[in-house]
């Protein structure tokens, strides 16, 4: 299914995620959140990745080689780690205030990583090994046709990893409610109930371009540990591989 003339970009939600753009790189700011599920997000990434390609992943170059876009790269949180494990990454974003703050700070940490303030759908049809939708599909026009043009980027032999928040009434509760204003980890306004995915919807997006889900987990926030991890429970966030079905 060929997408790659309609754009799936939200002007507003560019709008939204740009004006945040000086306080991506803050682990104490607006931001906080995304610093605290990152390692668990990298972990996430890098294990699929080494499972995938057979590689070892207690090497600290264990992802050399590997093509991989970063889709709504923002200012670079996932973009610096990834390219540090020896992965050569492509990190998109509609923001050009994102991508500049990530440009400068890739220059202030010493890497080289090709920032590109554009959309996947104006992309030309490069292939990666690895294709990543963080946080992005719950802010996308319409998920079909970003997921459409998202296989379109991946090599025949390779993965797609999407996390996203589930259209429940839990995840109305605790993503919204819990984390916009009661316990105000993000600006009001950040997610709209109305576009979050389910799993479901997610599969059969997979399907239509020959995909299948090969792993998924739910993430979890311990207050105890103060750390998110993985689980069973997909209620409310949860993370997604999806490869070529056989």
Sequence with gaps: MNTANASTVDPAEV???SKLSE????????????HAINPLRLSYIRDAACRKFD?????L???SGLRMLDIGCGAGLLCEPLTRLGAQIVGVDPSATNIEVAKLHASKSG??????CTTIEEMSDDKFDIVLAMEVVEHVVSVGAFLDRCAGLMKPDGLMLVS??????????????????????LPRG???WDKFVTPKELEQYFSRN??????????????LADKWLLSSDMDVNYMVIAEAAI
């Design 15 to 17: 709008a939204k995620f």
């Design 23 to 34: 306080t991506w790189w803050d682990p104490n700011g607006k931001m906080k959140p995304l």
């Design 55 to 59: 590689r070892d992943p207690k090497k």
């Design 61 to 63: 170059d264990c992802l």
């Design 111 to 116: 890497l080289t990583i090709d920032y590109r």
């Design 164 to 185: 996203t928040i589930n259209r429940t009434w839990k995840g109305f509760a605790l993503a919204i409610v819990g984390a916009e204003y009661v316990l105000r980890w």
């Design 190 to 192: 950040t997610h709209e």
């Design 210 to 223: 020959k995909l299948e889900i090969t792993e998924q987990s739910g993430v979890i926030y311990n207050p």
